[in-house]
């Protein structure tokens, strides 16, 4: 197996600033394990389903870990994904930025990845981890004890599927992720969980597992299926999202027909993407 080579070198779009306004950087408990939550995905357009994850996250993180989140991020695809029903760049990173300034008091949007060739999501979370941990020094206890943060993905449980299946992911990127970071996986229906963390066990003290409570199946797809069809998506978006997409005419028509949509592949909007699949893709 080849080794994943973990680098502090990254081009950056044009213009591009890390956003961490929202970051805190002091621990109200010292006795616990900073840790930024990172969503990456299409957000095409983002949904209730994409914020509700991060509050699950934390609930869980609360209840069941020794962990202290400071920050969550999503991280919206390049338009190089080119996935059918995939709004430009500038469009999603500005609908993700009303959600989150809408909606929350500590999510962030980070464009590094959406601005610019598409790149692995090993290489992303890297990529966070550089930003916080290298640029911004980490996080301080309330004496001034210096903490590196724990990035770790969050996603939903058909990512984890697509993780278990032999030669969809490299395996080396696998055990960058899921060994060096760790994952969030949130229970979305449809997906069994059990089967998938069976295939990933080498790494099973990594990966957490959050139960869906209350069921929610709002899609990206079927916000987009709506839109082109009239019908409203008021209560489903953020009030600001519905009114960014109704002011610049937005997914009227995606260019997607039903079979595309079938076919959209394992995207789950919530974590990443089948394109992560062989080495260097």
């Not at 966070?128 to 004496?143: A, K, M, R, W």
């Not at 990206?220 to 610049?248: C, H, M, Q």
């Not at 949509?261 to 394992?266: I, N, P, R, V």
Request: hydrophobic share 35%; aromatic share 8%; glycine share 8%.
């Amino acid at each position: 197996m080849d080794t994943y080579v973990k680098t502090n070198e990254f081009t950056n779009p044009p213009n591009y600033a890390f956003d961490s306004h929202r970051l805190r950087k002091i621990l109200r408990d010292s006795s616990k394990q900073p840790i930024v939550l990172v969503a990456c995905g299409s957000f095409s357009p983002v949904t209730y389903l994409h914020l509700r994850m991060f509050e699950m996250a934390k609930d869980y993180v609360r209840q069941n870990t020794n962990f202290e989140i400071v920050g969550g991020y999503l991280s919206p695809v390049s338009d190089q994904y080119n996935k059918p029903g995939l709004l430009s760049a500038a469009h999603r990173v500005n609908i993700c930025t009303l959600a989150a300034e809408e909606t929350s008091s500590w999510l962030m949007i980070d464009p590094w990845e959406a601005f610019q060739n598409y790149q692995r999501t090993a290489v992303v979370l890297d990529h966070f981890d550089y930003e916080i941990n290298t640029i911004l020094g980490g996080v301080h206890t309330q004496d001034g004890e210096h903490r590196d943060v724990k990035i770790m993905l969050l996603a939903g449980s058909d990512l984890i599927s697509t993780m278990s299946e032999p030669g969809v992911w490299a395996v080396e990127d696998l055990d960058h992720i899921l060994g060096q970071y760790g994952t969030f996986i949130i229970e979305r229906a449809g997906s069994s969980m059990d089967q998938a963390t069976d295939n990933l066990a080498r790494w099973r003290n990594n990966i957490h597992l959050i139960p869906q409570l209350i069921q929610n199946d709002v899609s990206s797809t079927k916000v987009r299926l709506f839109l082109r069809r009239g019908l409203s998506v008021r209560y489903l978006l953020p009030s600001a999202v519905v009114d960014y997409i109704e002011e610049n005419d937005l997914y009227l028509d995606d260019g997607s027909n039903s079979e595309k949509e079938k076919g959209k592949g394992k995207d789950n909007g919530l974590g990443k993407r089948e394109g992560d699949l062989a080495k260097g893709s």
